[in-house]
């Protein structure tokens, strides 16, 4: 069974402090995607990040950086100089086992609810 | 707007009722997933079709629930004799799917958000 955890439920920060999400998975396979996926009040889930498990190199695409360690089963993701508009809940998720025509059922983890303080 | 769309966004329904949802997916995208969210969780898998086949189901998806995708385009899904458990967001996602190409980004819809009385 696959599982996602996302500790923190909620977290505020002032804004331009950083601030870090964390995702601690759990899978069998040993072929596996990892996603963050951002929620505004709108509702739509917005895809920010996906990371196949053979590559652990970390991401870095503006404000933000994702840290992928395999040893610990962790994907953390960082905002630098947070804004008003990072405000949103963000979930992690991780995807099964690849087949030739891959596979995107998600196991989502619960969120974390980001709010930046202006 | 080509993004995935969804109708309607709001259904309110008495217990007992059938009610349905539609989406639309992008248009080149093969491949269309359901999803169910409740009040302050993640996402849950519900279905997910390959043009019109239905692949896979959820053992989240009870006889009540039944989803189509009769040409590969547009998917519906009718909830029928209405609970109030079935209270949630329900999403859709499409994507471009090839193969040997691994998994693809899903791309979401708004939702449709129900709540049953």
């Known amino acids: 069974a696959q599982k996602v955890t996302q500790a923190q439920t909620e977290i505020s920060v002032v804004e331009k402090e950083d601030v870090t999400l964390d995702c601690v998975y759990e899978t069998r396979d040993t072929t596996y995607y990892l996603f963050w996926y951002k929620q505004p009040p709108s509702g739509e889930l917005v895809f920010l990040i996906r990371?196949?498990?053979?590559?652990?190199q970390n991401e870095i695409s503006g404000r933000y950086s994702w840290n992928f360690q395999k040893s610990t089963s962790s994907f953390n993701f960082t905002i630098t100089a947070s804004q008003v508009v990072d405000s949103a809940v963000y979930f992690c998720a991780l995807s099964g086992s690849i087949s030739n025509f891959g596979n995107e059922k998600l196991t989502f983890g619960t969120g974390t609810r980001l709010t930046i303080i202006p | 707007d080509t993004g995935v769309s969804q109708n309607p966004r709001h259904k309110i329904t008495k217990r007992g009722q059938n009610v349905t949802f539609r989406c639309d997916p992008i248009?080149?995208?093969?491949?269309l997933y359901w999803y169910r969210q409740t009040l302050g969780q993640g996402p849950e898998f519900l279905t997910y079709f390959q043009n019109e086949a239905q692949l896979e189901k959820s053992r989240l998806l009870s006889d009540r629930f039944s989803a189509e995708r009769p040409k590969g385009s547009f998917s519906t899904l009718e909830i029928q004799r209405t609970e109030q458990g079935d209270s949630a967001m329900y999403l859709c996602?499409?994507?471009?799917?090839?193969?040997?190409?691994?998994?693809?980004?899903?791309?979401f819809g708004e939702g449709s958000r129900l709540t049953v009385l």
């Open positions: 990371r196949n498990s053979f590559d652990e």
């Open positions: 248009s080149e995208h093969n491949r």
């Open positions: 996602a499409s994507s471009l799917i090839k193969v040997n190409s691994g998994t693809g980004e899903l791309f």
